[in-house]
């Protein structure tokens, strides 16, 4: 006899989600600022903690502030399901990237301890500090020390930009922990996320099966010139970094258009020093972030880059310091799990497409241990990062119910 098919409760996710989103929440707008390991995230922490505690989960914090919850009454030693993303926001954030997949999780927990339904095996979900690496380059950081791909030593000593340390942070609000890194190994891993892109509302499709992530390469250049009066200095004698700032953002466009395929190119950041209108800037910083599921196509790009970078601060005369604040390859999700997310997605019949993530998620570190995959749901107008995020009550609970139903299927399933 198959056992009744659960449902979440949707009324109780969004509940908890407007909840959380309160916390940091930006005035004026419906969208909210906790950036990794400040006073709103931990509000933010404390909240989703007492949640976890309220169902008796057990809960583990590690040295890098990464929270997991399990069901309790298992083995020790069996190595749970385990389901999450992380709850810090970039500082113009929404309510829904990331929180959905620790809350939806939550939920699925929720549900099933609620349900009385035995399970083989237990059921976990996490948070992962920092992921979104707005505050303490790289993005994914947590996730990335939990999997064994940085030294916990190392990452503590990361600092923002009023060069206050990540480890202090978590000092201070409370959430360096004693569980080891890198962490134990899950039986298999999936994270429900919101698309973050137009696709699933544009095709008006339900479900995105993410196979894959793409990979993503960022750099910071420092660009050293010569400052000087903007009415007084023929061009001949300029050494302009803000030209070759230009020059570097209008060639990485050319790029993706030269490449074609995936690759797309983005300058999000340029800071001018000293940033007045009648002088030559000293400086100019700026970021270039590059991003291909092809990791031979991405690695052409950053050469081509590279290559442009250097040419063009040489013919002005300016100086060129680089630094990579994040190198992750494209991934590749477990097909095992990919056929469990679509068959959720039919069983409950639900429209669904196969699709890479176009952004960066803790799932994609998970797949370097374990069995991982992640589900989508649609973003309203393709709108991330900014406080407009919205998705609706309807494709919440599509997908959480498509991750209640993976994360059960894989409680029973083995892998070789
Ligand atoms: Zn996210």
Redesign the pocket.
């Known amino acids: 006899m198959t056992p009744e098919r659960l449902r979440i409760d949707i009324d109780r996710l969004v509940r908890r989600l407007m909840e959380l989103g309160r916390i940091g929440a930006i005035e004026g707008t419906t969208g909210c600022a906790r950036l990794a390991l400040t006073d709103d995230d931990k509000a933010g922490r404390d909240l989703v903690w007492t949640w976890m505690d309220e169902l008796g989960l057990d809960i583990t914090t590690d040295g890098i502030g990464n929270v997991v919850a399990t069901m309790p009454g298992f083995d020790p030693a069996m190595a749970p399901v385990m389901t999450g993303?992380?709850i810090d926001t970039v500082a113009t954030g929404g309510k829904y990237?990331?929180n959905l997949?620790v809350l939806a999780g939550l939920e699925v927990i929720e549900t099933v301890l609620t349900s009385g339904r035995e399970l083989q095996r237990p059921l976990a979900v996490g948070w992962f500090t920092d992921?979104?690496g707005a505050r303490f380059p790289p993005d994914m950081l947590g996730s990335l020390v939990y999997v064994g791909g940085m030294p916990l030593e190392q990452a503590l000593e990361i600092t923002d930009d009023d060069d206050v340390s990540l480890g202090d942070e978590l000092d201070r609000i409370g959430y360096r922990g004693a569980a080891p890194t890198p962490g134990r190994v899950p039986h298999a891993f999936v994270e429900l996320?919101?698309e973050?892109g137009p696709v699933l509302e544009d095709e008006d499709i339900t479900i995105g099966v993410v196979e894959g992530v793409q990979g993503i390469s960022w750099t910071e250049l420092t660009l050293t010139g010569q400052s000087c009066h903007a009415g007084t200095t023929p061009m001949r004698l300029r050494h302009d970094p803000g030209y070759v700032a230009a020059d570097v953002t209008t060639f990485v466009r050319q790029l993706t258009a030269d490449l074609g395929g995936a690759q797309v190119a983005t300058v999000g950041a340029v800071t001018l020093t000293p940033n007045l209108v009648n002088v030559v800037p000293s400086t100019a910083r700026m970021t270039v972030d590059l991003r291909n599921t092809d990791d031979e196509v991405l690695q052409l790009a950053e050469t081509r880059f590279r290559g442009h970078v250097a040419k063009v601060a040489e013919q002005e005369g300016v100086g060129v310091e680089t630094r990579t604040l994040a190198r992750f390859e494209p991934v590749d999700f477990d097909a095992r799990l990919i056929e469990l997310v679509e068959t959720g997605a039919r069983e409950r019949g639900f429209s669904f497409k196969r699709m890479p993530s176009g952004?960066?998620?803790?799932a994609q570190m998970f797949a370097r241990i374990c069995p991982t995959a992640m589900i989508f749901t649609k973003s309203v107008d393709g709108i991330?990062h900014n406080v407009n995020e919205y998705t609706e009550p309807i494709d919440l609970e599509a997908g959480a119910n498509v991750l209640l139903d993976t994360l059960l299927a894989l409680t029973e399933m083995e892998f070789a």
Do not use: K, L, V, W
């Open positions: 993303s992380h990237d990331g997949g992921e979104e996320h919101i973050q952004a960066g998620h803790d991330s």
